[in-house]
T-cell receptor, first 109, second 115 residues
Framework: GIQVEQSPPDLILQEGANSTLRCNFS?????LQWFHQNPWGQLINLFY???GTKQNGRLSATTVATERYSLLYISSSQTTDSGVYFC???????????FGTGTSLTVIP | NAGVTQTPKFQVLKTGQSMTLQCAQD?????MYWYRQDPGMGLRLIYY???????DKGEVPNGYNVSRLNKREFSLRLESAAPSQTSVYFC??????????????FGSGTQLSVL
């Protein structure tokens, strides 16, 4: 199967700081998705990004499929950004997914 | 738009008891999934259903059964609960965006403890 590795595993930021989370994957994929799991456990789909860059407010994501990685940028971080960020890539069938082990982000005021 | 709704949110069972976790989506998605999340293990797929009337095993199907009741509903049953099934369970559905391209949406999770 495809290996999905995320870095760093843990990150602590002061409110207002910027950060970059990375997701590496071991084989070519059709798309990549980023999720945020908030401290209450909810998993929210942040980005569906086959390639290129997408932006949503203070968050943006870039996938470079040819080099097998994706980056999630968080600018001007807020305490509500705290939680765990997962990336996921699909199996060839498309409806099963490989998940990374996540980056745990803590934003302190 | 409710999205993916799963019930209950919390459940405590004794070893050997049975229960069914319910899941429904109102987004007209064909594919639905059940995952479990354990510390240090990430999200693992239990079962999935690519369409109404079909179900397939995922990575960790032992001890579970599923029913795709109709396009909206996908239930997960524990016939005889074991402490190893203590976990957080997530139901999900996916929007088909193209061949082999699905966008995942999760429910809010069920925290299950088996004593």
């Amino acid at each position: 199967g495809i290996q999905v590795e995320q870095s760093p595993p843990d990150l602590i930021l002061q409110e207002g700081a910027n950060s970059t989370l990375r997701c590496n994957f071991s084989d070519s994929v059709n798309n990549l998705q980023w999720f945020h799991q908030n401290p209450w456990g909810q998993l929210i789909n942040l980005f569906y990004i086959p390639s290129g860059t997408k932006q949503n407010g203070r968050l943006s994501a870039t996938t470079v499929a040819t080099e097998r990685y994706s980056l999630l940028y968080i600018s001007s971080s807020q305490t509500t950004d705290s939680g765990v960020y997962f990336c996921a890539v699909p199996r060839r069938s498309g409806n099963q997914f490989y998940f990374g082990t996540g980056t745990s982000l803590t934003v302190i005021p | 738009n409710a999205g993916v709704t799963q019930t209950p949110k919390f459940q405590v069972l004794k070893t050997g008891q049975s229960m069914t976790l319910q899941c429904a989506q109102d987004m007209n998605h064909n594919s639905m999934y059940w995952y479990r999340q354990d510390p240090g293990m990430g999200l693992r797929l239990i079962y999935y259903s690519a369409s109404e009337g079909t179900t397939d095993k995922g990575e960790v199907p032992n001890g579970y059964n599923v029913s795709r009741l109709n396009k909206r509903e996908f239930s997960l049953r524990l016939e005889s609960a074991a402490p190893s099934q203590t976990s957080v369970y997530f139901c999900a559905s996916s929007e088909r965006l193209g061949r082999a391209n699905e966008k995942l949406f999760f429910g809010s999770g069920t925290q299950l403890s088996v004593l």
